[in-house]
Structure formats: structure tokens, C-alpha cells
């Protein structure tokens, strides 16, 4: 079920999905309306030169930046609006102000993630990025929460990503500002596994991941064909892989995942199954179990928990087959079908 929600005053939200702009001008806002937002925020827009003269792998780095903080802002306020509203699956008793104070701060933080990522591709003469519709697959708090966890997860590894991109073409300007957002990430993703009642600390070194990856899983809350210039973003988009297990418990398990094969000539046979956890190795799986019906392939895998202490976020990428993988960039450049998302209860 979509994230229902009644607005007041800004965002919209029809059968075409959420939509901007919000009530504060985003995302397009005033400079008064800049000064409110930071506020909220509690902290400005770097006032520090924007880094100019990016490679265009770094000009791509924060054209998928803002694609994703476009995304978020859209689920915070959403999630704010419910709350505020006591949407049926929203409502708190004594703890709903220190709730509303923190994902009120962090809509706003989210704000200037996006108009900071977009201000940075205009100063290298890019277009900004627009944002699209959205629809959210939740009903309640707690799925919401879940929800959020889980992207914060995708986004605090495909940072990681991000980083190593601007490394690898010296471009050391971004990546002081790109380090102080992934610790706002990890602060936000602590709150998050406090509600769910988890450790704070999910594992020692997190799970990295891909851009392609980041990319492919903000198009799963995208209205398709509502993004006005999602062309300009060059990365791949893989299509879909269900995880269909739920509630997975630490512990050795099969996992069962399904995809679907239209449009894809591929004997599901040669592939293979790629758990990415930590800062580890890929782990290769067999696909067993394989069951193809109405263009829709279902199979089942091993979950190796034990072993490799699958803590936190795993990404699953079905690849051609290979026995092994040296990074996350390989499994990418043989993915078919990704990223489907694990977090262990």
C-alpha cells in the first residue's frame, strides 16, 4: 500500500503520486525561504567556494546525490505530514513532539543535501536535478521507519562509492563535504534502528554498495515517467529482483528472491547469486530451487549468516555466473537483475 497522507498546505499526492512543491518553496525555495530551512535544519548551506571543474564521473557523483535527496525529501515529509495529521497507522501518544523534532529536523537537513548537490552541478554549468513523483510502499510508523533504515543503508554505502570515485580522479575537493554527509547519514541511521529497537551499531564497517545499485533502487518509489530529466543521470538501471523472504532472522538460511524474465534472454541456470555485506568479499550463491512461471522466475538461496556475520544491510545482485568477485564494481558490471535489499531483525 502506497504512504497515505493528508496535506495541509503543500505536497500533493493523487493516483499520479507525491508531488512538489512544499509549503517552504522546495524545491525551489526563496532565499527567506532558504533562511527558514536552515533553521530547521540547524545549520547552513556551505558558504565555502563549490567545487568547479568536476570530471564527469563527479559531475554524475552529484547528479545521483541529488536524484536521491530529491527522493528523501519527498518520504520525510510525507512521513511528517502523516504524523502531524494522525494518519490511522501514524498515531503516537507522549512521544509524537520528540518524535515530529526529529524527522522535522531531518526533512530539513535532507533540503540541503539536495539544494547543496544541485547548486554544485549548476556552478559546473549542469543542468539541476528535478525531482519526480513518488510513491511509498508503507501503511504504518514502523514499516516507514523500516523503510527509511533501509535507503539510509543504501545511501551511507553508496557514498562510500561516491568517495572512492573522487579518489580515484584526484578530485579532492568534494570529498571533505561528502565525508560530513555520510556522518549526518550514520546519525539520522542511528534514530532509526533506536525506534526499531535495534543496536545502534549495526557492524564495524559498513556495507558498501554501487551507485548503479543506489540508482536502480530509488527508481522502485519513481511514478514511471514522472521525472523530468532522469536522461542526464549516465547509470545503469538494472531491472528489478524481488526479495521475497520477510521478517529474516539472524541465523543460516534459504532466502527465496524472484524476478521477472520479460525482455531478458538469459538461461536462469548460468547465473548466479552475489550477497554483498561489510567491507568483504562478494559471496556467490547457487540459484536453487528454480521455478519459472508466467515470465516470472523464483528460486532460492543460501544465506550464509553464520559464517560471514551478515549483520546490517546485504545487497543481492543476480549476475552471470562467476565463482567469485574481487569487488562490488565487478558484481555490478555483471549484474542482471538488482539490488534486492536485506536487513536481519
Do not use: W
Not at 553508496?158 to 578530485?171: H, K, P, R, Y
Amino acid at each position: 500500500m502506497p504512504m497515505r497522507s493528508h496535506f495541509g498546505d503543500g505536497g500533493h499526492e493523487n493516483q499520479g503520486g507525491f508531488s512538489f512543491p512544499l509549503p517552504d518553496g522546495f524545491p525551489n525555495p526563496s532565499p527567506d525561504q532558504i533562511k527558514n530551512i536552515q533553521d530547521r535544519a540547524h545549520g547552513t548551506l556551505p558558504n565555502m567556494p563549490l567545487p568547479t571543474g568536476l570530471s564527469e564521473d563527479g559531475i554524475t557523483n552529484f547528479k545521483l546525490i541529488a536524484f536521491n535527496e530529491l527522493f528523501e525529501v519527498a518520504f520525510f515529509y510525507e512521513l511528517v505530514q502523516n504524523i502531524t495529521n494522525e494518519v490511522e497507522g501514524y498515531k503516537f501518544g507522549a512521544d509524537k513532539d520528540q518524535v515530529l523534532q526529529n524527522l522535522n529536523v531531518i526533512l530539513a537537513v535532507e533540503e540541503l543535501h539536495a539544494l547543496g548537490a544541485n547548486a554544485i552541478l549548476q556552478a559546473n554549468k549542469q543542468d539541476p536535478i528535478q525531482p519526480c513523483r513518488y510513491n511509498f510502499p508503507v501503511s504504518d510508523f514502523e514499516s516507514a521507519i523500516g523503510l527509511a533504515a533501509t535507503f539510509t543503508d543504501v545511501v551511507l554505502g553508496t557514498l562510500q562509492d561516491v568517495n572512492d570515485i573522487f579518489a580515484q580522479n584526484t578530485e579532492n575537493g568534494p570529498v571533505r563535504l561528502i565525508s560530513s554527509v555520510i556522518g549526518n547519514e550514520g546519525e539520522q541511521e542511528g534514530l532509526f534502528r533506536i525506534i526499531q529497537k535495534k543496536t545502534t551499531p549495526a557492524q564495524p564497517f559498513l556495507t558498501t554498495g554501487t551507485r548503479d545499485f543506489a540508482f536502480t533502487a530509488i527508481q522502485g518509489f519513481v511514478v514511471p515517467g514522472s521525472c523530468p530529466n532522469i536522461e542526464e543521470i549516465p547509470l545503469k538501471t538494472f531491472k528489478p529482483l524481488n526479495v521475497v523472504s520477510q521478517n529474516i532472522q539472524p541465523k543460516d538460511q534459504e532466502l527465496e528472491f524472484s524476478f521477472d524474465m520479460s525482455g531478458v534472454d538469459v538461461d536462469v541456470n548460468s547465473l548466479s547469486l552475489v550477497l554483498i555485506n561489510a567491507q568483504n568479499a562478494p559471496i556467490v550463491e547457487k540459484l536453487e530451487n528454480i521455478e519459472a512461471k508466467d515470465g516470472v522466475a523464483t528460486f532460492t538461496a543460501e544465506f550464509p549468516f553464520e559464517k560471514f556475520l551478515l549483520h546490517g544491510l546485504t545487497i543481492a545482485a543476480v549476475t552471470h555466473y562467476a565463482e567469485s568477485f574481487n569487488s562490488p564494481d565487478d558484481v555490478a558490471k555483471q549484474t542482471i537483475f538488482a539490488p534486492g535489499l536485506i536487513e536481519v531483525n
